[in-house]
């Protein structure tokens, strides 16, 4: 059994899905995956875990990677920005890869996303529909008669 094998198992008995850091992850519950700079990072990681234990709302576990912190949280409760800007005020140095940098923008351009759709009030959808025919009465579009009422003929 390999070591991915055994954190798999274990986390599936403490009821920690893990997926991957990366993959889709619907609904508001989050897993990421911090990673940091490869120099001290059996200290890092442990000093890490230790900070961000003390967060309230998150669940704090070793990395898939020596070099990384697995974190689950709500996206209403924390961000992965502000976790990460937290531990960088702190002095750990994330891993600055192409790799990590393009990733680190995607994951926070969707959070701040889902963030902000989730304080927008929701669209009722019949309401909509209801503008939109009622707009379509009113502009002109081509279906109207122009011969004038005289000119036509009745049977």
């Known amino acids: 059994m390999n070591p991915e094998r055994a954190r798999h198992l274990r986390d599936q008995e ?3 899905h893990r997926p991957h850091p990366l993959a ?3 609904g508001t519950r989050k897993h990421r995956e911090i990673r940091f700079c490869k120099l001290k990072q059996d200290q890092l990681v442990a000093d890490a875990i ?3 234990s003390s967060l309230p709302h998150l669940e704090v576990a070793p990395g898939t990677l020596p070099n990384g912190v697995s ?3 709500e ?3 924390h961000c992965m920005e502000g976790l990460e800007k937290l531990l960088e005020d702190r002095g750990f140095h ?3 890869t192409l790799y990590c940098k393009l990733i680190r923008a995607l994951v926070y351009f969707t959070e701040e996303t889902q963030r902000r759709n989730m304080v927008q009030p929701e669209r009722l959808i019949k309401k909509s529909h209801e503008v939109y025919s009622q707009a379509w009465e009113h502009h002109p579009h081509g279906d109207k008669d122009e011969t004038p009422l005289e000119l ?3 049977k």
């Open 75 to 77: 996206i209403s409760d």
């Open 94 to 96: 994330l891993e600055n």
């Open 152 to 154: 036509r003929e009745y």
């Open 24 to 26: 889709p992850q619907a």
């Open 14 to 16: 403490r009821g920690m």
């Open 71 to 73: 974190v689950w949280y």
């Open 50 to 52: 230790a900070l961000l």
